[in-house]
DNA sequence: CACTTCCTTGACCGGACGGTCAAGTCGGCG
DNA sequence: CGCCGACTTGACCGTCCGGTCAAGGAAGTG
C-alpha cells in the first residue's frame, strides 16, 4: 500500500475493495483467498499487494469505511429533531434504509463481529451507537415521555430489534423498507401488548 | 467415528466435545486446529479422527446437540402454561437462563451462523424456535392480549432482543440473569413509552 | 495363552493460501 | 527521445493444517 496514490491508482483501489465486498458477502471472509479476488477483477496478485499490506486490512478498511458511512446517514436523517422519541425513530429508519442499500455488508459485519482480530473494532462501533442511543433515552426519561428504565439495556433491546429485523427481512427477503420500519419502531415504543 | 462405542469411548467423545467448545468459544473455530484440540487433552491426532469424521463434523454435532438442550430446556420452562402471554415470558426466562449456564455456546453459534457451511443448521434451528414463538403470538392475538400485527415479525423482534440482551449482559458482563431477564419481557411487553 | 476388537500413536502427505519479489509495462514530463 | 516513478505481472516460497495410516498397545473373552 502506498500513501500517494494516482487518480488511476485511486480507482483501482475502490475497484478491490467492491469487489472483494461482493465475494466475502458472497462466500466468506475466510473461503474467499486473495488470489479469488485479483481474479475476479482480472489482474495479478502483486495489484493487491500494492493497494493493500494485507487481506487483513483491506476488511478493516471496508469496516471502518462502513461504519463510517451509516453513521454519516444516521446522523443526516435526525438532523435538528428535537423530540427524543421521535430521533429514535428516525435513527432506527436510517439504520434500515441504509442496510437496504448496502446488505452485502450485513454478513461481513457479522462475520467481523465473531472474529478474534475484528471483534475489537465492531464492539467499539456498536458502544459509539449505543451511546448515542443512551443519549436520546434520557432525554426522553427526562422530560417523561420514556418510562424510567436502564437506558442502557433498552438501548441494546433496540439495537436487538433493528438487527434481527434487518437480517430477517431486509437482508435476506428484501421487503419493503417503510414496511419492517414500521414495525420495527412500533415494537421498540408499545412492544406486544394490544 | 464408530456406530458402536464403549463406555470408555463415549467419554473419550464427550470429552473431545466439551473440549473443542472450550476452545472455539475462546480463539473461535476456524483458528483453533485439530492439532491444538488433542493437545489440550494430551492425546494424539489419530483420536479425533476415531471419534469425528472431521472437523466439520464435530461442530455439527455441537450444534446439534446444543440446540436440542436449548429446546428442551424452553419446553420443560413452559411447561402446561395456558396464558399466551406468560408462555412467551418463560421462554424468553429459560433462553437467558441456559445461555447463563453455557456461556461459550454463544460464540460458536454466533459464529456458525456466519459460515457457509452451518448456516444453513442454524437457520433451520431459528425456524423452529421463531414458529413456536409464533404460535404463542397468534393465540395471544386471538384472544385479544396481544395487539394485531404480523405474528412473525414480532416473534423475530422478540428474538433480537433476547439475542442482543444475552450478549451484552449474559455473555460478556455476567449479570444477573433475573435482572436481565426481567428487562427483556418488559421491554418485549410493553416497549419504551412511559 | 491366543485371538479379536477397541482404541491410540505420531510421523507423514497433499494442497491451499497469504505473502514476496525480480522483472516488466505504461504514461507523463522535460 | 530518455527517464522516472507509478503500477502490474505471475512464478515462487514457507507455513500451516486437515486428514491418513501402518503400527502398536490394552482390555476382554475363551
Chains 1, 2 share one sequence.
Not at 438487527?163 to 406486544?192: C, K, N, W
Amino acid at each position: 500500500m502506498r500513501s500517494k496514490l494516482t487518480p488511476r491508482g485511486q480507482e483501482r483501489r475502490a475497484q478491490l475493495i467492491t469487489c472483494a465486498a461482493r465475494l466475502f458477502a458472497e462466500r466468506g471472509y475466510h473461503p474467499t483467498s486473495v488470489a479469488d479476488i485479483v481474479a475476479a477483477l482480472g489482474v495479478g496478485k502483486g495489484v493487491f499487494y500494492w493497494y493493500f499490506a494485507s487481506k487483513e486490512e483491506l476488511l478493516a478498511e471496508l469496516l471502518k469505511a462502513s461504519n463510517h458511512d451509516l453513521r454519516k446517514r444516521q446522523q443526516q436523517a435526525i438532523g435538528t429533531e428535537a423530540d427524543p422519541v421521535r430521533r429514535i425513530e428516525l435513527g432506527i429508519r436510517a439504520t434500515l434504509e441504509w442496510f437496504h442499500l448496502h446488505r452485502e455488508y450485513f454478513a461481513i459485519i457479522q462475520f467481523a463481529a465473531t472474529d478474534e482480530t475484528f471483534a475489537p473494532v465492531l464492539a467499539r462501533n456498536r458502544e459509539i451507537s449505543i451511546a448515542d442511543t443512551i443519549r436520546h433515552l434520557k432525554d426522553g426519561i427526562v422530560e417523561g415521555s420514556i418510562r424510567d428504565a436502564d437506558p442502557e439495556m433498552l438501548a441494546q433491546a433496540i439495537h436487538g430489534v433493528v438487527a434481527e429485523l434487518t437480517r430477517a427481512y431486509i437482508v435476506e427477503r428484501d421487503e419493503p423498507v417503510d414496511h419492517v420500519a414500521d414495525l420495527a419502531v412500533s415494537f421498540s415504543l408499545d412492544g406486544l401488548r394490544a
